[in-house]
């Protein structure tokens, strides 16, 4: 069936990097556009960035422009996200979604992973 399983997580000092991954399994993963989304404590989940199914667009939150790059290996069936200068409210469960429309991919998605914890404090 179908599968996402992130890693990467961890805890980090602010101003720190991290590199999340999320391999994809048991569906056609090239097709997908996919996203990263997070959720901290008491928050509402939030979409942080995503990337088209070819890989040639990607949108990012405002929160983490210029900081978080996502990138996409189809060949390999990995999505990554690469934040660099993390700051404390970064800190949330990280999650990626497969969806079947780059132009929705904050709003529809059909597959989810479990998420990964990203904990950035001093």
């Known amino acids: 069936q179908a599968q996402l399983v992130e890693s990467g997580g961890g805890l980090v000092q602010p101003g720190g990097s991290l590199r999340l991954s999320c391999t994809a399994s048991?569906?056609?993963?090239?097709?997908?556009?996919m996203s990263w989304f997070r959720q901290a404590p008491g928050k509402a989940r939030e979409g942080v960035s995503c990337i088209s199914s070819g890989g040639s667009s990607t949108n990012y939150a405002d929160s983490v422009k210029g900081r978080f790059t996502i990138s996409r290996d189809n060949a390999k069936n990995t999505v990554y996200l690469q934040m660099n200068s993390l700051k404390p409210e970064d800190t949330a469960v990280y999650y990626c979604a497969a969806g079947p429309r780059y132009s929705a991919c904050y709003s529809m998605n059909t597959y989810w992973g479990q998420g990964t914890q990203v904990t950035v404090s001093s």
């Open positions: 048991g569906f056609t993963f090239s097709v997908y556009a």
